[in-house]
């Protein structure tokens, strides 16, 4: 009896030395309990083994419910796409086992599970992943969508996706004016969870005078995610006739005119003046050498203008 009680002791402490041995080459899979993620973008899923010693992991496996994401086996990768190691370039040396989703959705949130098995130990964790959702930067178009003639209807559209909840979406002119009360808005859940928004705005005479267009995406709790521009194309000749008419009001279009038939008219008085001085003098001089020729003729004939002496005794 004694003996078989100290049989029965010596395995039992026997026993605990391997464990306590063993226990110490144990190997230790670490994870975050929780992660966030946003719809579109990158999540994160935090897993590192822990040792005593250098170990060398033999296999990894992630999984969501029962859903296989990820494999290594002994050099053998079985990933499934949308999943892969946070390193990029991971081995079978590197312990940090954490997962990436390249493109987190709706339908992504819930529970993982990570197992790793090492050539000295093996071990299991969980962690949880939340995704909420957030409006992309907004897509705009139009109808017609150029060449648009002045004083004709244009509709602007206004598209964003990615909402948790259904938003709302605001117009604005280039002048801050809020048009969002004559807008029509759209919005439906898509099939991997998040809302969609589809809004149009008519512009019933769009002219050149007001061409650009802002229209902001809001949540539910009405803060703006998201935000687009939108200018109107008119057609090239409008803003030729607008450029025509700012240079037919502009000074230097009538000024120059006015100089030009000014400065005609200022010669054309010049030129009369001197034509009738040139004429005055030329008359002037006419008269004189009449004068001269008379007075010669009276001189070389002097018989014709004096009066005998029976003349001038008959005149007394």
């Known amino acids: 009896m004694t003996s078989a009680t100290s049989f029965l002791f010596f395995a039992i402490h026997l026993a605990c030395i391997r464990a ?26 935090q897993c590192n ?20 994401l990820l494999e290594y086996n002994q050099d053998t990768f079985n990933p499934t796409p949308g999943f892969t190691f946070a390193e990029p370039s991971w081995n079978k040396n590197n312990m940090n086992v954490s997962l990436l989703l390249t493109n987190s959705k709706m339908a992504d949130k819930g529970v993982y ?8 130990g093996d071990d299991t964790a969980t962690t949880s992943l939340s995704v909420t959702a957030k409006y992309i930067t907004p897509t705009m178009s139009s109808i017609p969508e150029t ?21 709302s979406i605001r117009w604005f002119d280039q002048f801050r004016n809020d048009w969002t009360r004559s807008a029509e808005l759209v919005g439906k859940e898509t099939d991997d969870g998040p809302f969609s928004l589809s809004s149009k705005f008519t512009v019933q005479k769009a002219t050149s005078s007001s061409t650009n267009y802002t229209c902001e ?24 006739s607008k450029a025509d008419k700012l240079d ?32 005055a003098r030329s008359d002037h001089q006419t008269d004189t050498r009449h004068d001269g020729d008379v007075e010669a003729e009276v001189s070389l004939c002097p018989g014709l203008n004096s009066d005998t002496p029976q003349d001038q005794r008959n005149s007394l």
């Open 147 to 167: 060449n648009i003639e002045e004083n004709t209807a244009v509709t602007i559209f206004c598209n964003s996706t990615g909402g948790q909840q259904k938003g």
């Open 113 to 120: 599970t990570c197992m790793v098995r090492a050539d000295s």
């Open 248 to 279: 037919s009001d502009s000074p230097t279009k009538w000024l120059a005119p006015v100089v030009v038939i000014g400065s005609l008219i200022i010669g054309l008085l010049a030129a009369l003046l001197l034509f009738k001085r040139r004429s």
């Open 49 to 68: 083994v822990k040792a005593v010693e250098k170990v060398t992991i033999l296999t990894v496996t992630w999984k969501r419910a029962e859903a296989l």
């Open 20 to 45: 306590g041995n063993s226990s110490g080459n144990f190997v230790k899979l670490e994870c975050n309990e929780e992660s966030h993620g946003v719809y579109g973008q990158q999540s994160l899923l």
């Open 217 to 240: 995406v809001l949540n539910a709790n009405g803060a703006v995610e998201g935000m687009a521009s939108f200018v109107i194309q008119f057609a090239p000749r409008d803003l030729g």
